[in-house]
């Protein structure tokens, strides 16, 4: 039987989803399992020379230390047992499409597929940026969950098991997704914003772009960075709170994400 877990981030009001158990393969047929000579952490053809890859390269531009490295570093272990690879693709899992972008693990071939939908790759870079690392926390939950100890990139977490099956008896064992994501919006949320603003911050365009508009009141970085690491997480608890507790900042999120990031011209390029 092929055990699937799964995360889909369909959209910026947050998650849903869950564990499959069935007959669900993988959608881009791989086969190969662990007889596959793969590197731990790949990228599919389908991934190669687009936007993604190379908005990939920048978030992963601070070598060791960057935020995906340190998520990433685990899976490139040799005593790994789990590989990664990152596909570009139109994503219709179960018969729904994905927006932005999903995160399998199957059991079976102990592979983490991230997928990014093409559609995401018409949005400005620093959304791809924010799919990119958002499914890159699912992998690592991934494989702190099913192999331990080795993914410890973004700090020591000694009581990781216990504090994680905790999140899972209060959000569902059944809806991995919804411990993730309430794991995520908890922990790591600092995280989140960094990886962020190392991408911003090795990226021209956007140095460029918040050179012309640092006069502008509503422009703060730090905000904005927060506001979209808050992105696919606010279904959760933590949002819940955070959103009743400092009203004044989620305007400014919410501001920030539709006038800077979504509409007033983000720079779309990456190169
Ligand atoms: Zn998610």
Redesign the pocket.
């Known amino acids: 039987m092929i055990h699937e877990s799964f ?3 369909n959209d910026e009001t ?2 849903w ?1 869950g564990s499959i158990h069935g007959d669900i393969s993988n959608p881009f047929g791989g086969g190969g399992g662990l007889l596959s000579p793969l590197p731990k952490v790949d990228e599919d053809k389908s991934w190669e020379n687009t936007k993604a890859d190379c908005v990939k390269q920048k978030l992963e531009a601070g070598g060791a230390n960057s935020i995906l490295n340190n998520l990433l570093a685990g899976f490139k272990l040799n005593s790994s047992v789990i590989d990664v690879k990152f596909y570009v693709s139109n994503i219709d899992y179960r018969g729904k499409k994905v927006k932005n ?1 999903m ?1 399998v693990y199957n059991q079976t071939t102990k592979k983490v597929y991230i997928y990014l939908s093409e559609n995401r790759l018409n949005k400005s870079s620093l959304e791809v940026a924010r799919t990119i690392l ?2 890159s ?2 992998a690592y939950l991934y494989g702190k969950i099913h192999d331990g100890a080795i993914h410890n990139g973004l700090a020591p977490d000694p009581d990781f098991v216990t504090d994680f099956n905790n999140y899972a008896k209060v959000y569902g064992k059944g809806s991995s ?1 919804s411990a ?2 309430n794991y ?1 919006a908890t922990m790591y949320i600092r995280y989140m914003k960094e990886g962020l603003k190392e991408f911003f911050n090795s990226d021209p365009h956007y140095m460029e772009y918040a050179s012309n508009n640092s006069s502008d009141d509503r422009w703060n970085l730090d905000s904005m960075f927060e506001g979209l690491a808050w992105g ?2 606010r279904g959760t608890d933590s949002w819940k709170d955070f959103k009743l507790n400092n009203p004044a900042k989620v305007n400014d999120f919410n501001l920030q994400l539709s006038y800077f990031v979504n509409s007033y011209g983000f720079p779309k390029d990456c190169d």
Do not use: T, V
């Open positions: 995360d889909r981030e947050g998650g989803g972008g995160c958002h499914e926390f699912h997704n993730q994501h995520m696919g997480l």
